[in-house]
């Protein structure tokens, strides 16, 4: 497991943009699971929606691809580079979530070469799949 100490050691998102929690399983090269706890705390409630918050979509790949991020980061065993997001293809959204959701996020890498990573991306609440995207993300200097 990842705690969120060595998440903000490998990516540069802060508050309020970091959307994960932390990483629950992590196959180096091909796979990772993450965690959100998602909580009406969350600044991007207060506008979306009023008296009916749901988490933006855009939001939810976003969190995917920060689970990529750290993925390919600890298979790339590198220092001193930032992993940035590059495309997104075919994004599907199933099901609203909601504050008091707990979102897992699973990538599973299609392709890796050189720096440019792929990966499939899903995002669960209580086993049921609420958006699923296919990203792609490069390693780069600082």
Known sequence: M???????SILPHRYPFLLIDRILELDVGKSAKG????????PFFLGHFPGHPIMPGVLIIE?????GGVLAFK???VNNK?????????????KPVIPG?????????TKSRGSIWAFKGEARV???????AELMATIMDK
């Open 82 to 94: 930032v992993v940035y997001f590059m495309g997104i293809d075919n994004a599907r959204f199933r």
């Open 35 to 42: 965690l959100k706890n998602v909580t009406i705390n969350e």
């Open 75 to 77: 298979s790339a065993s």
């Open 126 to 132: 209580a086993n049921a799949l609420v958006a699923e």
């Open 101 to 109: 959701d707990s979102l897992e996020l699973t990538v599973v890498v």
């Open 2 to 8: 990842i705690d969120i100490k060595e998440i903000q």
């Open 63 to 67: 969190a995917m691809a920060q689970v």
